[in-house]
């Protein structure tokens, strides 16, 4: 089913691109635009800029560019149809679907879903009944990852061979290299990505095989222990949460997530009881995880070593509480233990650590002070000191004073002392908004004549004419627009990908120029251009119409005299760049 153009074309024009992206991030009006922190990316001065007039955004941080629909797309993970339907629910339009079939993309996701299907049951098939998986049986059996288990998580057995996957399977071998199943070996023949390893197919939220995990046996001699699917149409690492298909009603109803780190930990909570767990695909958590799965929960308990998690952790996920409003705390595994492990020799120790999940800023506390002396008065100075660096990261002030408290009952160090250091906080900038900047395009008029075709088309593109643009891309970018007749939905959809980039820029471009002028200002640098080109020129007529154009430059100065000259010189350069454009 695809959606009627014309409702499409309706909802752009209703819908307000500033109040959708305000109801995710808060814009500040700065000049025409509206600006604010990206969602798309972390940053601490806001690059994303929003022009209502033209209905698009741009991140001059990260580039993320479109109209409300990639927006919504991006920031809820839907595809085009899901976030036209959603638009239309709040705007209240009734959409008309047309029987006209699927558009091409839904189809070939589809297609490429069903190799993926496919494969999910030729692998688990063989887990199940192959005599050479009877190794990965009675390991996983060791593990508690066998029958029932293996059967509700679709547990797979790659064969130590070279093709036995592809050839068997009955699927064109474009389709199994596209989803990262098969390679075309050295030989010119199609051999399977995936060998000797136990697989753990990886579902979309919805529910889709997307990609595998895939792992050695013990004992092996691959070097890689772990090996994922690569990226490909239907799978993207930071989009996706391993289990999220089979954890989303219950994580709801808690409005609490657990995230691990991997397959078997998630496996390891469902077999405890704890349905609500995730896990990241060989990546860290990121933002557009927390993002996904702010549309589920609240609360998000991390049940990895989140202070292991790296540098800059702790920045990052404060400032994710801050912006999705989701509380993150950490789970406490006993030492040297992993939630996999934990279900099969003490589940009940599973449930308490998740129960007991402390506050981020609590947990990193806990460590400093179970790790700081407090024996000497310089210990306890020491320890102090160290807490406070922790503490002095979170930015809400009041949060701070409260652990500062703690410390000071812990070191005994009088309160009203850690308080005040509490009161500075760390010194971090605090977020602000920065303009456009757009002073890098400031001297360049060929930028500015296309920023104005897209907002004051009829001021200014009587006067444009291909050969004003010496630059290679901006002139494709101005033929886009000429050619749709400054419709920029059409000139994006037709432009390469250089020029849609000028095109997005353009788009969210602040120019504060009369458009008559730059337009003048256009002709008389091109005609000098030309001019330089023209010094060997013989023929005594076009000596003389040269000199008249180097007069004509001059009258553009005057201004009784500019509309005139700038004609004249117009035709003057269309007859002769025309010649060598
Ligand atoms: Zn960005």
Redesign the pocket.
């Known amino acids: 089913m695809a959606i009627a153009q014309d409702d499409i074309e309706r909802l752009r024009e209703t819908i307000s691109l500033v109040d959708i992206v305000q109801s995710y991030v808060p814009l500040r009006r700065v000049g025409r635009n509206w600006v604010g922190l990206?969602?798309?990316?972390a940053?601490k001065t806001g690059?994303?800029n929003v022009r209502e007039e033209t209905k698009r955004y741009r991140?001059f941080?990260?580039?993320?560019a479109g109209d409300v629909f990639t927006f919504v797309q991006d920031i809820e993970h839907l595809d085009f149809v899901g976030a036209v339907e959603q638009l239309a629910g709040k705007a209240g339009i009734t959409l008309t679907y047309t029987s006209g079939g699927q558009s091409k993309d839904r189809q070939h996701r589809k297609q490429l879903i069903e190799v993926m299907a496919k494969a999910t049951e030729w692998y688990h098939e063989r887990l199940l009944n192959g005599p050479d998986a009877k190794e990965a049986r009675d390991y996983l059996r060791k593990r508690g990852l066998a029958g029932e288990v293996a059967r509700q998580f679709k547990l797979g057995w790659a064969p130590d061979d070279w093709d036995a996957m592809s050839s068997d399977i009955g699927v064109k071998v474009d389709l199994l290299k596209e989803v990262g199943l098969a390679f075309i070996n050295k030989r010119g023949k199609p051999q399977d990505s995936f060998r000797a390893r136990i697989l753990f197919p990886i579902y979309s939220d919805g529910g889709d095989p997307i990609a595998f995990g895939g792992r050695i046996l013990p004992g092996s001699k691959d070097p890689a222990k772990y090996k994922n699917s690569p990226e490909t149409p239907i799978y993207a690492k930071s989009k996706t949460l391993y289990g999220l298909n089979w954890a989303k009603g219950d994580i709801v109803a808690a409005d609490e997530v657990i995230v691990c780190e991997g397959y078997t930990d998630v496996i390891g909570f469902h077999r405890a009881g704890i349905r609500r767990a995730v896990a990241t695909c060989g990546t860290a958590l990121t933002e557009e995880h927390v993002r996904l799965l702010k549309r589920f929960a609240n609360k998000v308990v991390l049940a990895f070593d989140a202070d292991a998690a790296g540098q800059g952790a702790a920045e990052r996920f404060y400032e994710w509480e801050n912006r999705y409003k989701v509380q993150v705390s950490v789970a406490q595994f006993p030492a040297g233990r992993d939630p996999g492990d934990l279900a099969s020799s003490n589940p009940q120790a599973l449930v308490s650590a998740v129960t007991g999940a402390k506050p981020f800023l609590g947990f990193r506390l806990q460590r400093v002070l179970d790790a700081g002396s407090v024996a000497t008065p310089e210990d306890r100075s020491r320890t102090a000191q160290q807490a406070m660096a922790v503490i002095n990261e979170h930015p809400d002030l009041n949060v701070r004073k409260i652990y500062a408290g703690q410390v000071a009952s812990h070191v005994g160090i009088p309160a009203a002392d850690l308080v005040a250091i509490a009161q500075r906080g760390s010194r971090r900038p605090s977020a602000q908004i920065v303009s456009t900047p757009i002073s890098a395009h400031k001297d360049n008029g060929e930028f500015v004549a296309i920023a104005l075709m897209i907002q004051l088309w009829d001021q200014i593109a009587p006067w444009l004419v291909e050969e004003l643009f010496s630059d290679d891309v901006y002139r494709r970018a101005f033929l886009s627009l000429a050619e749709t007749k400054g419709n920029l939905i059409e000139a994006l959809a037709s432009a390469d990908p250089e020029a849609r980039e000028v095109l997005e820029r353009a788009a969210v471009a602040d120019v504060e120029v009369r458009p008559i002028v730059e337009a003048w200002n256009l002709v008389a640098a091109a005609v000098r251009r030309e001019l330089l080109q023209r010094v060997r020129i013989s023929d005594p007529e076009e000596i003389r119409k040269d000199r008249d154009a180097r007069v004509l430059l001059e009258q553009l100065e005057v201004p009784t005299a500019a509309d005139a000259a700038a004609t004249q010189l117009l035709e003057w350069l269309v007859v002769r760049a025309g010649d060598h454009t």
């Open positions: 990206c969602p798309f990316h940053e690059s994303f991140c941080g990260c580039g993320a």
